[in-house]
């Protein structure tokens, strides 16, 4: 069997999943957010699923919302059996979900019901979650509170961060899609488990201001932020007075004493800095305007006195 997809989608992460609902041409429309100024320049630019849809030939739509009948007619004009949607940026009214035949699917970067809503993989770093994965859920009008599909689980592991499990699970979601495409094309129905109550947890958007590294909390705490922040917002701090941003840090199992926030030794293998519980060592720093640069390096530049 045949399906007739409409893809909804903006950011990278959602890219390989376009791909793997392509691979049959069976997508018959790509919905993604308007093009958005951005770089210093402030020059319109397509989003990473409008670029991959362009490449593959397929048709763009990029609507506000869908508050407008205008809107949902051409929606449903597409004769959708399935909607696949994966970080659109957009909650979806009820006329949305119910216009395709099979309803809309989302994939959902967690193991629901922990972490829901906008930022599961650096939230499930930030909190040293061992595990993680990918969702493919039944959409329903709630925020990420449809029943489970299917799910891919993975590890995380010490060295991993914002970055790396971002592509890890980008390419387990498009996984986790084209096995329930697999089954619904085999005619199968595909069995929906309902949330349980228990273990709901929300991943909170982002702010910038959580950037900064507050050296009253313990070590470990600090190093997992670090590696959630890497490689966006970037976890920063000030160095004799210099602000830098962190990339890459280890915890150092002893406790200084020394009062939080001081800088215990600089040299080639890091720069020690006494924490509320621990002590943490920085490993990889950017300076204003520099590039990223091992402790070492930023030293060699600027050595520090203690």
Partial sequence: MSLRIVFAGTPEFAVPALRACAARGEVVAVYTQPDRPAGRGRQLQMSSVKQTALEL??????PLNFKSEEALEVLRSHAADLMVVVAYGLILPQAVLDAPRLGCWNVHASLLPRWRGAAPIQRAIEAGDAVTGVCLMQMEKGLDTGPVLLQLKTPIGPKDNGGSLHDRLAQLGAEVLRDGLTLVRAGMMLQAEAQPEAGVTYA??????????????AAKTLADRIRAFNPWPVAETELHG???????AV????????PPGTILAAGKDGIDVACGQGTLRLLALQRDGGRMQSAAEYLNAR???L
Avoid at 204 to 217: M, T, V
Avoid at 242 to 248: A, D, F, G, I, T
Avoid at 251 to 258: E, H, M, R, T, Y
Wanted: no cysteine; net charge neutral; glycine share 8%.
């Fill in 303 to 305: 050595p520090m006195t």
């Fill in 242 to 248: 210099e602000r830098v941003r962190v990339y890459q």
């Fill in 204 to 217: 909170r958007k982002i702010d910038k201001a959580e950037a900064k590294l507050d050296w009253s909390l």
């Fill in 57 to 62: 030939g397929l048709p763009v739509l990029q």
């Fill in 251 to 258: 915890v150092l199992g002893d406790d200084s004493g020394n």
